[in-house]
């Protein structure tokens, strides 16, 4: 399934004003960035950009501010910072995003400069979609460019607004996105098995469903999977997290499942302990013998193996969703195990989808084995339930 609608290959930008929403929403400590992954993603676009004499105007959110102001906590210029320091290219950064400041750093621009303005969502019309704020964005520019996939599933204004007055085409990030998320699952290679974890059945349901439609093995971990005990019947999960409510559309799901012919493989052990803590000691036992007064931390020893073994055999993988608590070590085994069998299978193309699996891939600095390695949480999920990306929609269409 190719990608259906226009890049920046597709159109004229030199001498052009570009306006390039791109996700830098990056994690700070002290003023300086901590992980600069959406940094280095969205530099393929703005070096091509740069080398057609377009004058770049970059803007993106970081964080929740309030939306009443300058948060300067959540300031874009240690991004701006970054991304200099990554390319070597000067950036000019403005601390405005909407006023007369930004406007006048906007027109002073020449050919090839790039300007970094201030975080959008320090005006909370910008989560609303106001065509106001819409409109003041489009004024910026002569063409715009959407390459923040971790944002693209957000009908927001500097996300969707701009294309409603300016030619909207993607970056090179966002078209590789869609690309990779959706041939997927349109033909993958077989067998194709999916690693789905994380804590909430709720959350995944889509996810697990459409999964269930085009996997051959589906892999659950974390704690999703006491719910999906207690489908299957098991009398207790001890203090595990569950969701009561979601027992019945678990056991349907199991049941959808069997009559595919997809294998679902749950944890056969687990590691157990007293309370949730960093200090916590785990102990292992079988999945239907968790003790009343214990909660599932991680997968256990021998569902390592067997998690392992079904993903050595892989042709494609995707994987979204830890095993385990894995941000405390005594219980990121489970997690590191599959992170492990996943980067060991040399032969097969592998697709972490965002989100926690990415921190784990990078904890475990595994992320240089893996074939893909998606920058949107969300919005990687929401391509994989087969729905459309609002950002994606206003774009205009390939001929």
């Known amino acids: 399934m190719a990608f259906t609608k226009k890049t920046v290959r597709d159109i004229d930008v030199d001498g ?103 975080n959008v969502r320090f005006d909370k019309r910008e989560k609303k979609n106001d065509p106001e704020i819409a409109k003041t964005l489009a004024s910026y520019g002569d063409v715009f460019v959407l390459d923040a996939f971790g944002t693209a599933h957000r009908a927001q204004g500097s996300v969707v607004g701009p294309a409603e007055y300016l030619p909207a085409v993607a970056g090179f990030l966002l078209e590789k996105e869609v690309d990779t998320l959706t041939s997927i699952f349109a033909e993958p290679e077989r067998p194709f098995v999916a690693i789905v974890g994380g804590s909430k059945v709720s959350s995944k349901i889509g996810v697990l469903d459409h999964l269930i439609d085009s996997a051959d093995t589906l892999i659950i971990g974390g704690g999703m999977a006491y719910t999906f005990f207690l489908a299957k019947g098991y009398k207790t999960v001890g203090t595990s997290l569950k969701e009561e409510d979601w027992i019945e559309r678990a056991a349907e799901m199991l049941k959808k499942a069997e009559d595919k012919g997809v294998k679902i493989l749950l944890p056969v052990d687990n590691v157990v302990a007293d309370h949730f803590g960093e200090d ?65 299978n040399e032969g097969c193309t592998s697709i972490i989808g965002g989100g926690d699996s990415v921190a784990a891939v990078n904890k475990f600095n595994l992320a240089d084995k893996m074939s893909w390695i998606s920058t949107g949480g969300g919005a990687s999920m929401e391509l994989v339930e087969g729905k459309a990306l609002p950002g994606v929609e206003a774009l205009n269409d390939a001929e």
Do not use: C
């Open 16 to 118: 052009k004003r570009v306006l390039m929403r791109v996700d830098f929403n990056v994690p700070l400590k002290d003023g300086v960035v901590t992980d600069d992954t959406r940094v280095r993603a969205a530099i393929p676009t703005i070096e091509y950009l740069k080398q057609h004499n377009a004058k770049i105007i970059l803007m993106s959110h970081l964080g929740r501010p309030k939306g009443d102001g300058p948060e300067p906590e959540l300031s874009l210029k240690p991004a701006a910072d970054k991304l200099a320091e990554l390319t070597g290219f000067d950036v000019k950064f403005v601390d405005d995003t909407y006023g007369e400041k930004a406007a006048e750093a906007v027109a002073a621009l020449e050919p090839g400069d790039i300007l970094v303005l201030e």
């Open 280 to 344: 916590a000691e785990g102990e292992v036992v079988a999945s239907d013998a968790i003790p009343e007064d214990r909660m599932g931390m991680d997968i256990g020893p021998k569902t390592e193996k067997l998690y392992a073994d079904a993903i050595a055999e892989a042709k494609t993988v995707f994987w979204n969703g830890p095993m385990g608590v894995f941000e405390f070590d005594n219980f990121a085994h489970g997690t590191q195990a599959v992170a492990e069998a996943v980067a060991a």
